[in-house]
């Protein structure tokens, strides 16, 4: 979990959110010819090509694609679905037992046979090797995997997990061969063989090339010849510049807000339109709990009362994202609005005044805000500028702003320098478990100090224990109060999900939910 909250949060453009459907590029393929390969651009990096190494936003695109998971999410569902195996199950009242077993006939892209010892191994792998950059800390109740047979798999868990399941259909799960991998050692030839609909046929620092996986035997219906993914390593000009030359059929993942409400306001004249999908991404203001000004629980209420996320989303993000008034963001099972209910949506200075008044506290709050200029997307030092502004705005505050390089800025974090921060996040899998327990559970990602025993003590363990997850509604309801009364954290946007497309592509809409999986194999070219 530690890792996925460093991927960059852009409500800028590849952020995530509800959505508008709009042309051609959401049609579905019966519309274009399908077989003709596509080509798609992207500002993100592919870290690893090794999934005991990757938790990031341009590996897990390839890990999708390249390698099959037991389950995995179907398109517009957060409910995993059986794709390399056949059935799973608990197999226990307690959840910590899950058995599955596989398809038949399952193949690697080079041949060979895939059966439960891969999988084993594939778990096996990423824990014993628990590379920083990797996904083995998903996996802290995975005790071990056992293989009766050939086609049975069986995880022990040694705490109750009913996320188990969308843990393992996310890219953490992938299945690797285990006569091409090595036990103990990260992959470092660039290469992949995987199980999944691609093959990765080339990869180096300017473009990955995939083609279709003749082995593979899934769910997946695709509907190209293959994909090539280019990178611009954060260059959005020249992502945008490709696209418009028609260069690219795809731009995903990096143009900024302006970009996008020019190709809206364009109206098709470019030859290139807007997609819109639904997210899961957000962004919270985390405050120090130990530090001696936002550590006071007045001054917190303050902020919050003076917050105005509209403002923010139509002057900063120009309607790229959704103002967020819960930890659980909208379209995940569980989401509330504590935060509205609390402290409203218009900007109250008398009662942010009432707040400090309490904490005793009657001059101007000296306040400095933290930021890191490019992790959480490029508008995240203008949002923090206009934030502080709304602060000083109210006479009530005297707010500043220091940007720093993301790797100083987490050493600083650790080291509790900063008294209020901001923090992005996208969901390994879409469970409100996952916007919680790595947030509040014991040893926190946030590093802010915060701990609340109900929370740690009974609600984090009931609802991962709870297999029914709408039966843990009431559960994270409980603890989204909490949260907004005791004020750890401050939500403050929900992302929206773009594409850029050509005119003549499709199948777009299927690649944009809140699983965050990016569906090389729903692509069409006309």
Partial sequence: MNMRNQWPVLPVVAGLASGLLTGCGTETGDSGETGSSVVMGMSDDVLATDPASGYDPGSWLLFNNVFQSLLSFPKG??????????????????????????????????????????????????????????????????????????????????????????KIASGAGSIVNANEYEADALRKDGQAIGSGPYKLDRFDDKEAVFSVNENYKGTADVRNSGVTLKFFHGDQDALKKSLLDNEIDIAYRGLTAGDIADVEKSGGDSGAEVVEGSSAEVQHLVFNMDDPVAGKLGVRKAIAYLIDRDALIKDVYQGTATPLYSIIPAGISGHNTAFFDTYGARPSKSKAADALRDEG???????????????????????????????NDSGLFDADVQSVAFDQYEKDIEAGKYGVYVKGWIPDYPDADNFTAPFFGKGNVLG????????????????????????????????????????????????????????????????LDASTVFRFWELSKG
């Fill in 77 to 166: 569902a957060v409910e995993p679905q059986p794709e390399a195996a056949r059935e799973c199950a608990f197999s226990d009242t307690k959840a910590t037992v899950y058995q599955c077993t596989l398809k038949d006939g399952l193949k690697f892209s080079n041949g060979d046979a895939l059966t439960s010892k891969d999988v084993k191994f594939s778990f096996d792998r990423m824990l014993k090797i628990n590379d920083p950059d990797g996904p083995a800390v998903m996996f802290p109740t995975l005790d071990k995997v056992e293989t009766p047979n050939d086609e049975t798999v069986v995880f022990r868990l040694n705490t109750p997990d009913a996320t188990f399941p969308s």
């Fill in 448 to 511: 802010n100090n915060y701990s609340n025993n109900a929370i740690t003590g009974t609600l984090i363990p009931r609802t991962a224990a709870e297999s029914d997850r709408a039966a843990t509604d009431d559960d994270f309801g409980q603890l989204q109060d909490i949260v907004a009364k005791e004020l750890p954290v401050l939500p403050v946007w929900q992302a929206k999900q773009y594409a850029v497309v050509r005119d003549n592509v499709y199948g777009l809409e299927y690649c």
């Fill in 361 to 391: 506290i009657d001059g101007k709050v000296k306040l400095t805000l933290w930021s890191t200029p490019s992790r959480y997307g490029p508008a995240t030092d203008d949002e923090l500028k206009a934030i502080a502004k709304q602060l």
